[in-house]
């Protein structure tokens, strides 16, 4: 009993982390709340580097999906007349704690976040960034499941690698 409760207590320090990040990363990007693809930004940069290793399972560029993800930023930016630099609202303090409220997401972040359990409950690992990359193979639609194609990786290549590396986790 004690370790379950001892992973949950991980589980939740690494779903703070991983908020955290997607929060200034959006900030970063001039966006008030996360989207999935500031999620999967973050869970590449997650210490546990399962995120990472399902990238290289599959000889896909982590970078390489960051300036796609960049790139479709600036571009929807740009066909609504806006300059990309221009909108990016570096240095501000996060939307929580300007507004004294709890965390809060865009509706793929939102959406990212209720799969979890589930995903998790499939292949209960520790929480980890392979879990989110699994999470967000399922969002073809998305932002962060868009620039997936943008740097030539099926989402569900990435779907089965992300299960790889959490079954390697369990062995």
């Known amino acids: 009993m004690f370790a379950k409760l001892k992973q949950r207590w991980q589980d ?18 001039g966006q008030q709340h996360p989207g ?14 399962s995120a990472r290793r399902v990238f290289q399972r599959i000889g896909a560029d982590p970078e ?9 930023h600036a571009a929807a930016l740009s066909a609504m007349g806006l300059d990309a630099a221009g909108a990016v609202g570096a240095g501000e303090a996060p939307a929580a704690a300007v507004a004294g409220k709890l965390f809060d997401a865009q509706p793929s972040g939102q959406a990212l976040m209720q799969t979890l359990p589930e995903v998790q409950r499939r292949l209960p690992a520790p929480l980890c960034g392979a879990h989110i990359l699994l999470a967000v193979a399922g969002m073809r639609l998305s932002a962060a499941g868009r620039a997936l194609g943008a740097i030539n990786v099926d989402p569900q290549v990435l ?13």
């Open 36 to 49: 999935a693809e500031h999620y999967a930004l973050a869970a590449l940069d997650l210490a546990d580097g």
């Open 64 to 72: 390489a999906y960051r300036a796609a993800l960049a790139n479709r």
């Open 12 to 29: 939740m320090r690494t779903i703070a982390d991983l908020s955290k990040d997607a929060e200034r990363r959006a900030l970063q990007a």
């Open 159 to 171: 779907g089965r690698a992300a299960e790889e590396e959490l079954r390697a986790m369990l062995a």
